[in-house]
């Protein structure tokens, strides 16, 4: 059974930096690419960024610039390099491996 685990969330000032982290069991970590959603208070879940199993990148256009999305295959685990965060960053972001999800970990941006 896939199982996603994500950490790393909480409060931040508006400038600064985050890192969250989603490490995977019970899955081909590898042969699977990954990817990081969010979903901002009272609205729908988006995508925020993807990773392939070659290591190629895809960033929404919100982010694109601020955000890193990296995976290391020895550990299961896949990363978001969260900077310059503004407040319209808040929300539960979510990392997703196919058709499983993680339970998600909150990231608030204060102003």
């Known amino acids: 059974q896939v199982q996603l685990v994500e950490s790393g969330g909480g409060l931040v000032q508006a400038g600064g930096s985050l890192r969250l982290s989603c490490t995977a069991s019970g899955s081909s970590f590898s042969i699977i690419g990954m990817a990081w959603y969010r979903q901002p208070p009272g609205k729908q879940r988006e995508w925020v960024a993807s990773?392939?199993?070659?290591?190629?990148?895809g960033y929404a256009d919100s982010v694109k610039g601020r955000f890193t999305i990296s995976r290391d295959n020895s550990k299961n685990t896949v990363y978001l390099q969260m900077n310059s965060l503004k407040p319209e960053d808040t929300a539960v972001y979510y990392c997703?491996?196919?058709?499983?999800w993680g339970q998600g970990t909150q990231v608030t941006v204060s102003s």
């Open positions: 997703r491996q196919a058709e499983h």
């Open positions: 990773i392939t199993t070659g290591g190629i990148t």
